[in-house]
């Protein structure tokens, strides 16, 4: 009998409806017996080794914790002192790691590495980000939402700044959680023309952020410059400029509009430092959900 495929998160599209509204069921359960002080050792003697070719502070404090609290155990693996930063094939290192562990977590530059990495692997392969997507941020932010609002389902979402990685996965998120998602990016700093066209239905693009804001229940941004653009950082300012996410910006939402991002924020850049101190930013529990939101994702994923 050949050995059963390994179920993968790579993109937020690796779940459905009902198993996304399960994850995150189950992650507010989580959290709530980790508040109570309620142990459960849903990953006894499990292994899942964490693969980082770019930093991390969030993903790799969660993760680890997440394993640590449930009874497992977490490796960290940094491309600069593995075999891998020394030219070992990703298939290789795929076929090895996987057979000494129960679960993998990889952050690369190329979405293609961890496509390859996950081909090649017998346990399940989580996407920890990617130049194109970032699945588990979004886990924590539809959380974080669902905790303070109930739901998504016909909110109005405005992404205000680059169209990259979180970009790209909240537009996944509007197709699974029924929202409308209006994206305000500078031109040239659209999302890919694929993802545009698949989500076409439930989500708008401009270059007007007050236009994106517009009413809108949640505000998100991000960096300007990611991890791998240090280079075009300067260039990159000028371009974003009037994409600040500010009190003015913020005024023209519903009054009661929340503010997310998934950190780390650079105040004064992409958003004011007013905004981060604003008692309608969640962002520092949209961080810590990041520890629920994966604990409930690894559970669902060993129990496929
Ligand atoms: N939001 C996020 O992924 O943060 P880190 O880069 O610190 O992991
Ligand atoms: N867009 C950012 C997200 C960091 C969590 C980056 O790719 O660097």
Redesign the pocket.
């Known amino acids: 009998v050949p050995p059963k495929a390994p179920r993968h998160f790579l993109t937020l599209e690796d779940v459905n409806r009902d198993e996304l509204n399960h994850i995150i069921k189950r992650a507010i359960e989580l959290k709530a017996l980790q508040r109570q002080g309620i142990a459960t050792e849903i990953f006894k003697d499990k292994v899942l080794a964490m693969i980082f070719e ?1 930093s991390s502070t969030r993903t790799r404090v969660s993760f680890e914790s997440a394993m640590a609290q449930a009874g497992g155990h977490a490796i960290f693996l940094s491309t600069k002192d593995s075999q891998l930063g020394r030219g070992e094939p990703i298939e290789d290192s795929a076929r090895c790691i996987a057979s000494m562990v129960d679960m993998v977590m990889i952050r690369t530059f190329a979405h293609a590495t961890v496509e390859r990495f996950a081909e090649y692997s017998r346990v399940p392969v989580i996407n920890g ?1 990617t ?1 194109d997507h ?1 699945p588990c ?1 979004l886990l924590a932010d539809i959380q974080t939402f669902v905790e303070q609002r109930g739901s998504l389902a016909g909110k109005t979402v405005a992404w205000v700044g ?1 169209g ?3 970009c790209q996965s909240y537009m996944q998120a509007a197709e699974l959680c029924d929202f409308e998602l209006r994206i305000a990016t500078p031109k040239g700093f659209e999302p890919w023309d694929h993802m545009i066209e698949k989500h076409k239905d439930r989500v708008s693009l401009s270059q007007d952020p007050v236009a994106a804001v517009k009413n809108a229940d949640l505000v998100v941004t ?2 300007w410059a ?2 791998g653009q240090e280079d075009e950082k300067k260039q990159r300012e000028k371009i974003f400029a009037g994409y600040q996410v500010n009190r003015e910006l913020l005024s023209h939402a519903n009054s009661d509009v929340l503010f997310m991002h ?3 924020a650079y105040r004064g850049k992409e958003v004011s430092a007013e905004i981060m101190d604003h008692p309608n930013a969640i962002v520092w529990e949209e961080a810590e959900n990041r520890l629920h939101a994966q604990k409930a994702l690894m559970e669902f994923l060993f129990n496929q």
């Open positions: 770019k980000l130049d970032h941020q680059d990259n990685n979180m991000d960096t990611s991890m998934c950190l780390p």
